[in-house]
């Protein structure tokens, strides 16, 4: 099974709220991914957790807040978002690090719109 | 940090044709590059890869072929169908990050029936 299970699918939320992204997978992956992506552009990489542990953050903005509670999930918390944050943001996670070609294998993730 | 150009940024052909997809990148350490196939609305999903020690793979109509010393790779896709229509992403893995892919910017590719 390689499903990585994104919700919700659809968000819309102001720009003074506070709202989650989840994202679940049972692959025994150690590494996961927050991508975002804007229409007509490539997934952009924003924080990759690695055994559970931040390893990368792409100088995201802080109202950006990621959260790994086990090596199964991983969590987005989102706050005071401006508008052009909306985007599609997808989860991904790969056994490990791609270095030796292990597959990033992506959700189907949630549609954010900020208004 | 690794930089990946992607070309070209759009491709139409007829249904049966071959389609290709030509990529270049910066980093000479980088190693694993994979091609990732994204329909409209939904999640980009791994077509094919290939590592720095390879330099051609094959499924079914799909292959990727690599040249190091050159620094570019290509996808490409034979018999065409209108199902292949989408948007293709290269990318390759910088040598400086364990984790992270660069993308290139994508190619869309329309195939007419």
């Known amino acids: 099974d390689t499903e990585v299970t994104q919700t919700p699918k659809h968000l819309v939320m102001g720009m003074t709220n506070k709202k989650s992204l989840k994202c679940e997978q049972h692959?025994?992956?150690?590494?996961m991914y927050w991508y975002k992506q804007k229409a007509k552009k490539p997934p952009e990489l924003m924080f990759v957790y690695s055994y559970e542990k931040l390893s990368i953050n792409e100088s995201v903005p802080s109202r950006f807040s990621p959260e790994c509670p086990n090596s199964s999930l991983l969590n987005l918390h989102l706050h005071a978002l401006q508008p052009e944050d909306s985007a599609l943001y997808l989860c991904?996670?790969?056994?490990?690090?791609?270095?030796?070609?292990?597959?990033?294998?992506f959700g189907e993730g949630s549609w954010l719109t900020v208004v | 940090g690794e930089n990946v150009e992607q070309h070209p940024s759009t491709l139409s052909v007829q249904e049966g044709d071959s389609a290709v997809i030509k990529c270049t990148y910066s980093d000479s350490a980088s190693n694993y590059f994979p091609w990732y196939k994204q329909e409209l609305g939904k999640r980009p999903q791994l077509i094919i890869d290939i590592r720095s020690n390879v330099g051609e793979k094959k499924d079914q109509r799909i292959a990727v072929t690599l040249n190091k010393t050159a620094k570019h790779f290509s996808l490409h896709i034979t018999e065409t169908q209108p199902e292949d229509s989408a948007v293709y992403f290269c990318a390759g893995r910088s040598g400086g990050s364990n984790y992270k892919l660069t993308f290139g910017k994508g190619t869309l590719l329309t195939v007419n029936p």
């Open positions: 692959m025994g992956h150690r590494a």
């Open positions: 991904a996670s790969s056994h490990g690090a791609p270095r030796s070609g292990n597959t990033i294998y």
